[in-house]
């Protein structure tokens, strides 16, 4: 139980396109899903947090008009990618909790499988 | 906000041999305490976890020991086995919050 999956696992865009991934919980309903980027050899940087139903929290210095987050639904969010440029170029992982993890005194955080993004 | 370092960043076992992960941690509030393996080109998989209640967990060849004083806590793998080659991360949080905080990661080989 507990799987998180991503879509899709790997893109190459053209600069200046704009690219959707998208994040679901399969087995479980998460009410917050977390957006993370990973450059090569480094840390997972949290790039926002994403509540059902309203709008995403991002972190410091992430530029919201630029990372669209979209959390639709109790099984989906998305990251949309605007404008790509090869900098945006990473690995973006996405990770979810179940909405009855509080309740149940559950802490853990269930990780998808990452989506490695080229932009040329 | 939560400061997160790992120590060391790389670590190089010959297989057999005991691997020991330590994370320091800024926030005395952290009361959640998980350790994340990431093989490359995966997400992070929690490998295990304890809570600021307990000093110490086992599960099978990990364990994890927890220092709330000092504000530190490791991983500890025994008998390493070539398949525990990966980065592996801490994540200490205050369950008053959503989000984890990474650590820098250490880099762990396992030689055969």
Redesign the interface.
């Known amino acids: 139980g507990a799987v ?1 999956s ?1 879509h899709p696992s790997r893109v190459i865009c053209k600069s200046g396109t704009s690219v959707k991934i998208e994040c679901r919980s399969l087995d479980f309903q998460a009410t ?1 899903m ?1 957006w993370y980027r990973q450059f090569p050899k ?5 790039m926002a ?1 994403s509540n059902e139903g309203s709008k995403a929290t991002y972190e410091q210095g992430v530029e919201k008009d630029k990372f669209l987050i979209n959390h639709a639904s109790l099984t989906l969010s998305t990251l949309t990618v605007t404008s790509a440029h090869p900098e945006d170029s990473s690995f973006y ?1 996405c ?1 979810a ?1 179940d909405s009855l993890a509080g309740v149940r005194g559950l ?8 989506t ?1 993004l080229t932009v040329t | 906000g939560e400061n997160v370092e790992q120590h060391p960043s790389t670590l190089s076992v010959q297989e057999g041999d005991s691997a020991v992960i330590k994370c320091t941690y800024s926030d005395s509030a952290s009361n959640y305490f998980p350790w994340y393996k990431q093989e490359l080109g995966k997400g992070p998989q929690l490998i295990i976890d304890i809570r600021s209640n307990v000093g110490e967990k086992k599960d099978q060849r990990i364990a994890v020991t927890l220092n709330k004083t000092a504000k530190h806590f490791s991983l500890h793998i025994t008998e390493t086995q070539p398949e525990d080659s990966a980065v592996y991360f801490c994540a200490p949080k205050n369950t008053g919050f959503q989000k984890l905080v990474f650590g820098t990661g250490t880099r762990l080989l396992v030689s055969p």
């Open positions: 998180v991503q917050t977390f480094q840390s997972l940087m949290l947090t992982i990770s909790r802490y853990e955080q269930y990780f998808g499988p990452g490695r």
